[in-house]
């Protein structure tokens, strides 16, 4: 239990410190964001601070910091450390890189900035591969919601039926400006996120003693003997860093109404999620007692597991309050996972958004491919867990991306050169991480341990070294044809 309070006071230390420092890197100012220099009505529309707030948390805080804490748990306490420290120095970092890159780009997509900081065949790469990603974290949002609304409803309004619904409820929310459905009802999801977290937290602690909650260990506890280098860090990733929230925040940029509110939107966001994940990832090593028990339970289905706890902790009633606000949770993030697809499709094809025939052309090809996914995940055994797994590891691979744009935006940018390590060490962090996995993973190339992190080191050392060799060299600062702001 210690260990856990003092995991929260340093994610509100780092709020406070490091989100101070990360702010000072980028430098905020008074100029117009996109939302009052370009406000069409439909998507950069202004916001009060409170409200873009709530937005982000719930768009970026989907099954993932709730899933994804629980099966990061099997390692047992250590992951406390990751969620910690990889959500101060690497995701809340990238979260809010992200957004203020876009809000001084008129709210352009991470592909878009691709292009701008990477070269222009990086955007092409990056159109496609963000799609893909939205695609396969829209269908994760469907699939589970669908089946934790199936435990807590009538036999016959099963899992499909409730993933007619949830898409049903996608296509409006993609297609609606986005302060008619989304800024209307987001506000009181949050409430009831936070309520949840609450509820589940509080039933621990004060359970008499019944479950106890375990302090920091530095031994992996997995009872399969997975190695924590690099699939902890695959698996939990949001709640620590995660390369699908770069998909959001540029939403949210074009929604904000001064650069200053930036670090409460984007970087408090993420603190609050790493608080979420926290929660969920204390909640499982506890109620089971071992990470053996917790990892039999996940066999399965995490959405079980939810149920299990939340029953477990606080019966009927709390139990539904608990698993309402993880429905919640997937569907906040699945909506704006296809409506940040339409978004950069009609970046790619110079399509006016304003027109409603224009986003219904893009918007139905999107949904029916989420459809049919949706379909592949419930008809097969083992199809969420395909889906999931290739879903983690694009997501990874997303954060590296995002924050190597960042990290070129800062050398070019030029206030605070050396501020450039801010974004380029969790850059170099997670080439490694993403390289290894996909290496050594049976969905990727199913290499050995020793080849696939000596290869996957290599791979971040190659970018760090041009990194280092642009940072220090005296005669030509910067890369030729660019030039500090």
Same mark, same amino acid.
């Given at each position: 239990m210690v260990s856990l309070l003092i995991s929260f006071a340093v994610l509100i230390l780092g709020y406070i410190v490091y989100g101070k420092v %990360?702010?000072?890197? $980028? #430098?905020?100012?008074?100029?117009? %964001?996109?939302?009052?220099?370009?406000?069409?009505?439909?998507?950069?529309?202004?916001?009060?601070?409170?409200?873009? &707030?709530?937005i982000q948390l719930l768009n970026i805080a989907g099954t993932g910091p709730i899933f994804g804490a629980l099966m990061g748990a099997v390692f047992g306490p250590v992951v406390f450390l990751w969620i910690v420290f990889g959500s101060i120095l690497g995701g809340a970092v990238h979260d809010y890189m992200s957004g203020m890159i876009s809000a001084r780009h008129e709210g352009a997509s991470l592909a878009e900035l691709s292009g701008e900081y990477l070269g222009k065949a990086a955007k092409g790469i990056m159109r496609l591969f963000s799609v893909i990603l939205l695609v396969l974290c829209g269908t994760v949002f469907v699939t589970s919601p669908a089946s934790l609304l199936a435990r807590l409803t009538p036999e016959f309004l099963n899992g499909s039926f409730w993933a007619v619904i949830i898409l049903v409820y996608y296509l409006l929310a993609t297609l609606m400006p986005i302060d008619k459905l989304i800024g209307r009802l987001y506000p009181l999801f949050g409430v009831l996120l936070i309520v949840m977290a609450g509820a589940v937290i509080g039933s621990i602690v004060f359970s008499g003693g019944r479950y106890t909650i375990p302090e920091l260990s530095l031994h992996n506890l997995h009872p399969d003997g997975t190695p924590i280098w690099p699939y902890m860090f695959i698996t939990v990733a949001c709640g620590a860093i995660s390369g699908f929230? #770069? %998909?959001?925040?540029?939403?949210?940029?074009?929604?904000?109404?001064?650069?200053?509110?930036?670090?409460?939107?984007?970087? /408090? #966001?993420?603190?609050?999620?790493?608080?979420?994940a926290l929660v969920w990832a204390a909640a499982g090593v506890s109620f089971y007692g071992t990470t053996q028990i917790l990892r039999d339970a996940l066999q399965g289905g995490a959405a079980n597991v939810v149920y299990e706890i939340s029953t477990g902790l606080m019966g009927a009633v709390g139990g539904v309050l608990a698993i309402a606000g993880v429905v919640v949770c997937p569907i906040t993030s699945g909506d704006t996972a296809f409506r940040s697809a339409r978004l950069i499709l009609a970046e790619t094809f110079h399509s006016d958004q304003k027109k409603i025939g224009n986003r219904l052309l893009i918007t139905v090809p999107l949904l029916a491919v989420g459809g049919l996914l949706t379909w592949f995940s419930i008809v097969n055994d083992n199809g969420f867990q395909i889906i999931w797994r290739y879903f983690s590891w694009s997501n990874q691979t997303l954060a590296m991306i995002a924050l190597w744009v960042a990290t070129a935006y800062l050398l070019k940018k030029g206030t605070y050169? $050396?501020?450039?390590?801010?974004?380029?060490?969790?850059?170099? $962090?997670? %080439?490694?991480?993403?390289?290894?996995?996909?290496?050594?993973?049976?969905?990727?190339?199913?290499?050995?341990?020793?080849?696939?992190?000596?290869? /996957?080191?290599?791979a971040a050392a190659?970018? &760090?070294?041009?990194?280092? $060799?642009?940072?220090?060299?005296?005669?030509k600062p910067y890369p030729p044809g660019i030039q500090a702001e």
């Open positions: %990360t702010e000072k890197v $980028f #430098a905020p100012d008074d100029r117009k %964001t996109p939302a009052i220099a370009m406000n069409d009505g439909v998507d950069r529309v202004p916001m009060a601070k409170w409200k873009a &707030f709530l929230h #770069a %998909t959001q925040s540029p939403m949210i940029a074009k929604c904000i109404k001064s650069e200053k509110e930036g670090k409460a939107v984007f970087y /408090g #966001a993420m603190i609050s999620e790493s608080v979420i050169r $050396f501020g450039s390590l801010l974004t380029a060490l969790p850059a170099v $962090f997670m %080439t490694a991480v993403s390289t290894t996995y996909i290496l050594i993973a049976k969905e990727g190339l199913g290499l050995n341990q020793t080849v696939s992190c000596i290869a /996957g080191g290599a190659v970018p &760090f070294a041009r990194y280092l $060799f642009v940072l220090i060299r005296k005669n």
